[in-house]
Structure formats: structure tokens, C-alpha cells
């Protein structure tokens, strides 16, 4: 420390303390601003892990009530035999006595929008199920639902897939 001829010290120390201080606050508003920003993505994937969760369990209450109504109908007569392969569908109760029934469109449920896929199923000379080629099996249908959302304007979803098969047959 420099001290002026009268003993005091020097007048710099003021100036240094005020440089410490900006440094001082400096550094904590970069740590604020980091750990904001570490707060607002955990926030967003709170968020986004929460609709995912929401979105999977429609996806498996559908793929359940599918499998219900496949059980409750007669596959070529009025049950998934008799579906247009590639048409969106959705499921609802409906009918006294109440059943499930599959109706051409798509659903949204709580911001959430569900649509169910049937395909026609492929299979080669070993029975085994094939895209290309092969001949068409009629008593298995390929199934996959699809729930879908926007989240600060992005589109996420979740997909389902399954194979059900006429096990009356």
C-alpha cells in the first residue's frame, strides 16, 4: 500500500474496492443467470416428460380397448376382419349394451390427439410376417396408435405398435 506523507493511505484503495465489488457482482449475476437458465430446462423437461407419460398411457388404454373389442366381436363379420387398412380410426364406447366400437377420424382427448392404424400383415412360406412380398394373412392385422401433442410449437408423440391375431380361428 502506497501512504501519502501524512501517513494515510493512499486514495487507489477506494478505487480498488469498487473494481472488487463490480467483479463481486459480476460473477454472481453470471451464476443467477446460469442457474435461472438450469431451472427453466429442468421446468421443460418436467413438463415434457409429464404429457409424454399422459400420451403413453392413452396410447396403452387404446391398444387395451382395441383388444377388447377384438374379443367381444367376430372378426370377419363386424370385428377388426372387417376394418379399411390405412383409414385413421378411434375408439369409443357406444350402444346398449354398451361396447366398443371403432369410428372412422381421429379423437382428441385433453390436448392430446389419438388415431388408431390397422394394416393388412404380409407373412412368407415360414409363416414368419414379412413387409415385401409374400401372401396376405387374414387373421392378423397390425395395429398402431399414435398420440400426438404441440409443446411450445413443436410436435412430439408417442407410437404404439402391435400385431393382434383372430385367436377364434
Known amino acids: 500500500m502506497f ?10 484503495q477506494k478505487g480498488i474496492s469498487i473494481i472488487e465489488i463490480l467483479i463481486v457482482i459480476s460473477i454472481i449475476t453470471i451464476s443467477l443467470t446460469s ?3 438450469l431451472v427453466s430446462f429442468s421446468l421443460n423437461a418436467a413438463v415434457l416428460t409429464k404429457q409424454t ?11 387395451e380397448q382395441i383388444r377388447n373389442f377384438r374379443d367381444l366381436t367376430q372378426w370377419s363379420t363386424d ?7 390405412g383409414t385413421n380410426y378411434y375408439i369409443q ?10 369410428i372412422e377420424g381421429i379423437e382428441i382427448i385433453d ?7 390397422f394394416e393388412n400383415v404380409k407373412r412368407d412360406g415360414s409363416d414368419n410376417i414379412i413387409e415385401i412380398g409374400g401372401y396376405y394373412d387374414e387373421n392378423t392385422k ?12 413443436k410436435e412430439h408423440q408417442v407410437e404404439l405398435v402391435t400385431y393382434l391375431t383372430n385367436w377364434r380361428q
Open 93 to 102: 364406447k357406444s350402444g346398449a349394451p354398451l361396447r366398443w366400437q371403432l
Open 53 to 63: 407419460f399422459k400420451a403413453n398411457n392413452i396410447a396403452q388404454e387404446s391398444m
Open 35 to 37: 442457474l435461472l437458465g
Open 111 to 117: 390436448g392430446f390427439t389419438r388415431k388408431i392404424v
Open 79 to 85: 370385428g377388426l376382419g372387417i376394418l379399411i387398412a
Open 142 to 153: 397390425k395395429i398402431t396408435v399414435n398420440v400426438s401433442w404441440q409443446e411450445r410449437n
Open 3 to 12: 501512504q501519502n506523507q501524512s501517513g494515510n493511505k493512499s486514495s487507489n
